[in-house]
């Protein structure tokens, strides 16, 4: 597993063990966006470092969960929210699913979605 976001603070490594802690639960204070990824994944690896700038830029305003698919039990979480394609990067607010895309999109797009739905 390589590790794309040591230094920075609002990106973090989540599992299905502390997944309704980091994710579900810190939702409620700010707004998680999940990356559901695989190493085997190209567009996994494309999208990897817009996500990392777009998390930069909002300075606070929406924290990034990095969700290993092969990893553990991770798939499992694949499979709870019906995904079929990798990456899927889902938002949550509040505990729910605001909102969701798959595929490697551009920078331009990722801003617009958080913009969308996060003050």
Known sequence: MHNQHT?????????????????????????????????WCMPCLVIAPKLKALIEECEGRVRLAKLEVDAGENMRLAGKYKVRGFPTVILFIDGEEKARFHGAKPLSFLRGFIDDYVD
Do not use: C, M, Q, T
């Open 7 to 39: 230094n920075s603070p609002g990106i973090f490594d989540v599992s299905f063990e502390d997944y309704d802690e980091k994710v579900i639960a810190a939702s409620y204070k700010v707004p998680i966006l999940v990356d559901l990824w695989a190493d």
